[in-house]
């Protein structure tokens, strides 16, 4: 079945660092991809997505690349903020389920230091 | 635009006390509904999920069911809470012909 695999957590940051968030997955055909956020207290919010190879999905300063070759779809920002300090899910819609369910990655908190 | 309003927010409940949560939709039609669980610390579950009213599918066996009286209303039940059941409950929704899912602010139940 499908599955989504990202880099545990917590990633600790000081503000303006460089940020990469580690997401591969494992599905049949031609999966859509997204990147969530949570932050404290609330429910997920969509970050930014990718509907084929190749595309490049971008939001607030994050962007991650949808990779066919090496079934990733990493998270990168230039430069964190404190307002940045959340957790990311990384997920994935693939075509071969019943309920059109997304599988989720389990999750990465972000914590950035002033 | 599609909203999700999810109810109440926090709950504090006794072990061996019913649970109702319900999730109602606006912005959409028949859409896919979906209830996540979010233990503290941890990724999502995915509990139960709807493709239309009354039609109910369980991704885990537990303590819970769900119902979908309306089209755009999705509750959550049990019918005597255990302290496993504490967590963090979420309601998605997604429409036709949308790649994404959209969340609800969630419910924090802790049972005691």
């Known amino acids: 079945g499908d599955s989504v695999t990202q880099m545990e957590g917590p990633v600790t940051l000081s503000e303006e660092a460089f940020l990469t968030i580690n997401c591969t997955y494992t599905a049949t055909g031609y999966p859509s991809l997204f990147w969530y956020v949570q932050y404290p207290g609330e429910g997920l919010q969509l970050l930014l997505k990718a509907t084929k190879a190749d595309d490049k999905g971008s939001n607030k300063g994050f962007e991650a690349t949808y990779r066919k070759e090496t079934t990733s779809f990493h998270l990168e920002k230039g430069s964190v903020q404190v307002s940045d300090s959340a957790v990311y899910f990384c997920a994935l819609s693939g075509n071969n389920n019943a309920g059109n369910m997304l599988t989720f990655g389990g999750g990465t908190r972000l914590m950035v230091k002033p | 635009s599609q909203t999700i309003h999810q109810w109440p927010a926090t709950l504090v409940q006794p072990v061996g006390s019913p649970l109702s949560l319900e999730c109602t939709v606006e912005?959409?039609?028949?859409?896919?509904l979906y209830w996540y669980r979010q233990a503290a610390g941890r990724g999502l579950q995915l509990l139960f999920y709807s493709v239309g009213i009354g039609q109910i599918s369980s991704e885990v066996p537990q303590n819970l069911s769900a119902s979908r009286p309306q089209d755009r209303q999705f509750i959550l039940s049990s019918k005597k809470l255990l302290l496993s059941d504490s967590g963090f409950y979420l309601c998605a929704l997604r429409g036709s012909g949308v790649t994404e899912a959209f969340f609800g602010q969630g419910t924090r139940l802790t049972v005691v």
């Open positions: 912005g959409t039609s028949n859409p896919n």
